[in-house]
């Protein structure tokens, strides 16, 4: 499995931009890039993903460097609801049974 | 979108019993998985559930250990057999609702601790 690498916490003030790297230099042509987050006493909540184009929703946008061996997630306004563990994650989207592995994550905080 | 009710939210057990972890999908689903998430860990992905078949275990997971039945598109099951203080963990049921790269859905998990 392609892996991915990502700064281990960051911490933010609240109503700032916070801009959370993953560096997955090893990425094949058909992984897409996904996110999910982890909210303290829940299960996973998914965020976004993208293949090669920068993508928005209404939670968060991906930022997809050109050669596509890193990515960038970013809130554009962190509130408290935001302190969570965020997960990058490489899934290849020619594997019909994927298994989704998880790393260790990048634990924001999100100073008031 | 799927709604996952995963029961029970948790509970405390003696060394030595099993317990059994449902997860219901309030929609037929392709794919269903069982994760465990030791304290201040991320998650490790126990098995994959197959409908109708025996479950695919990931390295260091055992279906004497963790037997697990699918027996439709909307239900599982999770045992954690002959229980220890190592097994103390949150135990979370996820699931792919269409083709491979689809999101997944989690449950909130249960919170097992053995005494």
């Known amino acids: 499995d392609a892996k991915t690498t990502q700064p281990n916490s960051m911490e933010s003030n609240e109503e700032e931009p916070v801009h959370l790297p993953c560096n997955h230099s090893t990425i094949s042509g058909t992984d897409y890039i996904h996110w999910y987050r982890q909210l303290p006493s829940q299960g996973p909540e998914y965020v976004i993903h993208?293949?090669?184009s920068n993508v928005n929703n209404r939670m968060a946008s991906l930022a997809i460097a050109e050669d596509r061996k890193s990515s960038t997630l970013i809130l554009h306004r962190a509130t408290l609801r935001d302190a969570a563990v965020y997960y990058c994650?490489?899934?290849?989207?020619?594997?019909?049974?994927?298994?989704?592995?998880f790393g260790p994550g990048t634990s924001l905080s999100v100073i008031p | 979108s799927a709604v996952i009710s995963q029961k029970p939210s948790r509970d405390i057990c003696q060394r030595g019993t099993s317990l059994t972890i449902q997860c219901q999908v309030d929609s037929q689903v392709t794919m269903m998985f069982w994760y465990r998430q030791q304290p201040g860990q991320s998650l490790t992905l126990i098995a994959t559930a197959n409908q109708g078949s025996e479950a695919t275990y990931e390295s260091g997971f055992v279906i004497d250990k963790f037997p697990i039945s699918r027996p439709n598109l909307t239900f599982s099951t999770l045992t954690v057999s002959n229980m220890s203080p190592e097994d103390s963990s949150i135990y979370l049921c996820?699931?792919?609702?269409?083709?491979?790269?689809?999101?997944?859905?989690f449950g909130s998990g249960t919170q097992l601790s053995v005494l």
């Open positions: 993208g293949l090669t």
């Open positions: 994650i490489l899934r290849d989207w020619l594997v019909s049974y994927d298994k989704v592995i």
């Open positions: 996820s699931v792919r609702t269409g083709l491979a790269n689809e999101k997944l859905f």
